[in-house]
Each structure stands twice: as C-alpha cells, then as structure tokens.
C-alpha cells in the first residue's frame, strides 16, 4: 500500500516570485511519481512524471520536480509563477510492479493562489 | 486533442435513488478508471475496468456501487441507492495500457446526495 501527504493544503505566492510544493511517500514497494494540475472547472491534467532515469523531470510551461528516493519526496518547483499556474497541484503515486493499468494514490492537494 | 467527457457536470439527487455518472473515455484506450473526491479529502480510486471488466476496486466499491460499459463507447458508474456520504466529485479516467503510461481525467461530475 502507497500514502502520499503534500505538507502545505494552500500556497499563497505573488507574482514572478518561486514556488515550492512539498509531496512525500511511503511505499512498500517502487512507485512511479507524478504531479496533476487541476485549473478552475477543468479535470486533472498531467504535468509531469518520474518513472525512471534522471531524477529531475520538467514541464513544458516551467515546472520541475526531483524525484530524492533517500527522503521518499518528488517535490514541485517553479522559480518564476504567472497569474495562470493559480490552480490545485496533486502529487499522486503508482505501484511500479503493476503489469497493467495504473491505479493512482494521490496526494491532498495543494492551493496555489498566485497574487499580482 | 482528445479528452475525457463526463456527464452531467453537476447532479442532485434524493438519499435513497438511484444515480447513473456517464463518461465518454479516449476512443483508443483499453483501461477506465472512477476516482472521487469528497469535499476537503483526497482523491481516492474506487475501480479500475479493462476488457469489459473489473480488474480492481476499492474497499470503497462495495455491492452499491456497478460499472458498465453498454456500448463500446460509454462508460458508466451506478450508485443504487445513494446516501448522504455519496456526495462528492466524481472523476474518470482512461489510460492506454501499462502502468506508466498517463491517465486522462474528465473533468468531473458533483453528486449532491440530499
């Protein structure tokens, strides 16, 4: 069984100043690791994963994350946020011995607002 | 771009009814997946279904809770008589197959049980 806890429920932060969202895990087994985005009215998209290589993965609009195994966290940065990435940010973890499918554990979720 | 639809994006309905969540998943994917997420929780999984079955379920998928998919092309969740702990933000999901591969979410239906 997996349990992930994001430490902060809400990130208050201005405007081209960075973000950093916390995500840690417990698994008995590897997981895969991913963060969601979820915008206002919208469903939960994708914005990046880690399966296996390089610990730090990115987004396409600027996000990163490092996967650290020795402290079980895959935390999600942003050195510079818009108005836009105001949104609620899921860190969520998938059993890697799995051989189909792929069940989700997510995380509670971060509120980031972002202030001009 | 393709994307997961559900209907309707928000339901009321009386304890005790029956309620139907629909979902249209990505054409080309095999599996589908229902999360919910009760108000100020987290999102948590209640089933996954492959090859017009159920390949996992929660604790939480016990015998009120059904899926189906009729038609090839719908896929839906049924609560046969909904309680008030029911009330929450129903999400599906399709992936392709693979446990890494990303899971596409709808953008959610909110049942109100009252």
């Known amino acids: 069984a997996q349990s992930v806890t994001q430490l902060d429920s809400q990130v208050p932060v201005f405007e081209e100043a960075p973000v950093e969202l916390r995500c840690n895990y417990s698994?008995?087994?590897?997981?895969?690791l991913f963060w969601y985005v979820q915008y206002p009215n919208q469903g939960l998209q994708l914005l990046l994963k880690y399966l296996s290589g390089s610990t730090l993965v990115e987004s396409i609009n600027g996000f990163e994350a490092e996967f650290n195994k020795s402290q079980t966290s895959f935390h999600l940065r942003k050195p510079s946020v818009h108005i836009s990435d105001t949104a609620e940010y899921f860190c969520a973890v998938s059993d890697m011995g799995r051989t189909a499918g792929n069940k989700l554990t997510f995380g509670g979720g971060t509120r980031v607002l972002v202030k001009p | 771009e393709p994307e997961v639809t559900q209907t309707p994006s928000h339901q009321v309905t009386q304890m005790g009814q029956e309620v139907i969540l629909r979902c249209v998943p990505i054409?080309?994917?095999?599996?589908f997946y229902w999360y919910r997420q009760i108000l100020g929780q987290k999102v948590e999984f209640l089933v996954s279904f492959y090859n017009n079955e159920i390949s996992e379920k929660s604790e939480i998928f016990d015998d009120q809770f059904s899926v189906e998919r009729p038609d090839g092309s719908n896929f839906t969740l049924k609560i046969r008589s909904t309680k008030l702990e029911d009330s929450a933000m129903y999400f599906c999901a399709s992936s392709e197959q693979g446990p890494n591969t990303e899971a596409f979410f709808g953008q959610g239906t909110r049942l109100t049980v009252v």
């Open positions: 054409s080309n994917h095999l599996y």
């Open positions: 698994s008995s087994v590897s997981v895969y």
